[in-house]
């Protein structure tokens, strides 16, 4: 006989516990700052790899993470892998397009996507379960830096906001393939230098950013992909932040700038609730740094 599978099943997709904050200015720097499963943030940890800014990072192989692209001085599309355990490899010489103020996330269960950048460009790049980044993929929707991504629904992604010359809110939805969706019409304040996680197993936020003035204002993506209007932002507003999963199904908000560099973070929970600011870390204050899970 075959089994028999109750109709509520849902495919189980890795979650991490832990997560990374890395790299950013000024000036540019390569250390790193790991997020334990409470989300306590660590003192700095040596950098490996160039010192860069405006980079991007994701998840891959279920319980690893990659660091990509930036602005060492110049552009670059260097890659630095990071372990099961969140140790920091050497650079990687880069495949594809070098540039910066790019998104990543991750889709599939254990693949990630780097997509977009500086100067407005809509090309991505697929990274395999095993770290390596493809080739150049033609561009689909509109083409964007200063923008974020996040996954939602256990397996796919979504690239969020930015600019394109001006200020824009528009999405594009990555499928469980890593096939990039035509542009949807965005929801919520445009903005651009926001950040997003995951949250809640299979759903994702967008938070903070600048729409000419810093905001933290939040938008909440369901776990078919829709973004919700915004929520009045908690904590300090800022750009240039970045964010991560931790605990297996919470997030947190880290760093950027108000105007000065900031160490400061605010957590997300499971039912994406953004906390007030935490003390700050006992990290570097930054400001265009990444940040991605894993183990």
Do not use: H, W
């Not at 254990?110 to 500086?118: A, K, L, R, T």
């Not at 790049?125 to 689909?140: H, K, P, R, T």
């Not at 528009?170 to 230098?193: K, W």
């Amino acid at each position: 006989m075959f089994p028999i599978i109750p109709a509520s099943s849902a495919a189980s997709f890795p979650k991490n516990d832990e997560g990374i904050f890395g790299y950013g200015e000024s000036p540019r720097k390569s250390m790193t700052n790991l997020v334990s499963n409470t989300g306590v943030v660590s003192s700095d940890v040596t950098g490996v790899g160039s010192a860069r800014e405006e980079l991007a990072a994701c998840e891959y192989g279920g319980d690893k993470g990659i660091f990509g692209y930036g602005n060492p001085g110049s552009y670059t599309a260097a890659t630095n892998l990071v372990s099961n355990t969140g140790v920091v490899g050497t650079d990687v010489t880069g495949v594809g397009t070098a540039r910066r103020i790019l998104a990543a996330c991750s889709f599939g269960g254990d693949e990630g996507i780097f997509g977009y950048g500086y100067l407005t460009l809509g090309m991505t790049n697929l990274v395999s379960n095993a770290g390596v980044v493809s080739s150049d993929v033609a561009g689909v929707g509109t083409a964007r830096s200063y923008l974020a991504a996040t996954e939602y629904g256990g397996d796919k992604g979504i690239f969020g906001y930015g600019y394109d010359g001006s200020t824009v809110s528009m999405t594009n939805l990555v499928s469980n393939t890593g096939v990039v969706g035509t542009d949807v019409t965005g929801v919520g304040t445009a903005r651009t230098q926001p950040a997003a996680c995951e949250y809640g197993e299979d759903k994702g936020i967008f938070g903070f950013g600048s729409t000419g003035s810093m905001t933290a204002v939040t938008n909440l993506v369901s776990n078919t992909g829709v973004v919700g209007t915004d929520v009045t932002g908690v904590g300090t507003a800022r750009d240039r932040i970045s964010a991560c999963e931790y605990g297996q199904d919470k997030g947190i908000f880290g760093f950027g700038s108000d105007g000065s560099d900031c160490a400061i973070t605010n957590l997300v929970s499971n039912t994406g609730v953004v906390a007030s600011d935490q003390a700050a870390t006992t990290g570097t204050a930054r400001r265009a740094l990444a940040a991605c899970s894993f183990n």
